[in-house]
């Protein structure tokens, strides 16, 4: 069991912030704010300090904003990794292999896209909802392959003329 430990200023600042400004009360004060910035137009005779007003605020609220959305995003990131490496890890028919993809770069996580979009198509060819399919079930079936091709005596003839050309 993970141990609670007492989270800090920050985290439990932007933990409230989150919730607040994602409330329905945070977007009907902002809407408000907008109105009475809006009603308050011929007063200040629509001024360039009137719009400058509503410039500087939105900009700063925005800007604040981004951080909490990206920290809040992380931590949701971070926590749906960890259940689903767990899935993972609890499946006996799921590869290990699987978790921590994150850490893999566009052009393999491409790749392995491409895998799986295969993997689907057989899946599709089967016509078998129950017929399952992983990497490491491919990198069996190729195993075997590549074993049975290494019996045939064609290949030992090709692999001792490579040995003797270098």
């Known amino acids: 069991m993970v141990k609670k430990k007492r989270k800090n200023l920050f985290e439990r600042f ?80 799921a590869s290990n292999r699987m978790v921590n993809l994150e850490d893999l770069s566009e052009l393999e996580l491409d790749r392995l896209h491409k895998f799986y979009v295969q993997l689907s198509d057989l899946a599709e060819e089967e016509d078998d909802l129950t017929c399952t399919h992983s990497i490491d079930a491919a990198e069996e079936n190729h195993r075997q392959k590549l074993s049975s091709y290494r019996a045939k005596p064609h290949y030992a003839n090709a692999r001792a003329k490579k040995d003797t050309s270098k």
């Open 14 to 93: 932007a933990n409230w912030a989150t919730v607040a400004t994602g409330s329905s009360a945070a977007f009907i004060t902002a809407i408000i704010v907008i109105i009475v910035w809006a009603v308050s137009g011929p007063i200040f005779k629509y001024s360039d300090t009137w719009q400058l007003v509503i410039n500087t605020g939105t900009t700063i609220v925005t800007f604040l904003m981004v951080f909490l959305i990206q920290k809040s995003q992380n931590k949701d990131s971070k926590a749906i990794h960890l259940k689903l490496n767990e899935i993972l890890a609890s499946h006996q028919g």
